[in-house]
């Protein structure tokens, strides 16, 4: 289970630790971002400090309808205590958690300044 808090501006932030593949880590708030279907963005600075892999282009629409083109790097993330290697994207913006990341886990606001965030893993139903 992640927990963290909802800010004074009112978004969801956690705290996440990324590593690269020499073992560099940094530890970054993230907002998490519902709109965003993507794992992880990362300000390119973070990518050069963890010497994140380039991986390959990406493409997107952005909420305004323009499109916009972007780098993916891996990285690994630890999430609920486990390490994950994920695509990390290369954004000129605060670092993002998306949906891909939360997929399989249940979301929790309470949207309120110092207000929780909660995620927890979502049990299968047994069948049968």
Known sequence: MIRDVVTAGRAAVIRLTVRGPTGHALRVRAVVDTGYDGWLSLPPAFIG???LPWRRIGFATLADGSETVFN???GTVLWDRK???IPVDETDSVPL???ALL???E???RVRPGDKVT???L???RSN
Do not use: F, N, S, W
Request: aromatic share 4%; glycine share 8%.
């Open 49 to 51: 400090r963890l010497d």
């Open 72 to 74: 993916i790097h891996e």
């Open 83 to 85: 390490a994950r290697q």
């Open 97 to 99: 958690v998306g949906m």
């Open 103 to 105: 997929d399989g886990y």
């Open 107 to 109: 979301l929790t606001v």
């Open 119 to 121: 995620i927890k893993p």
């Open 123 to 125: 049990h299968r139903r």
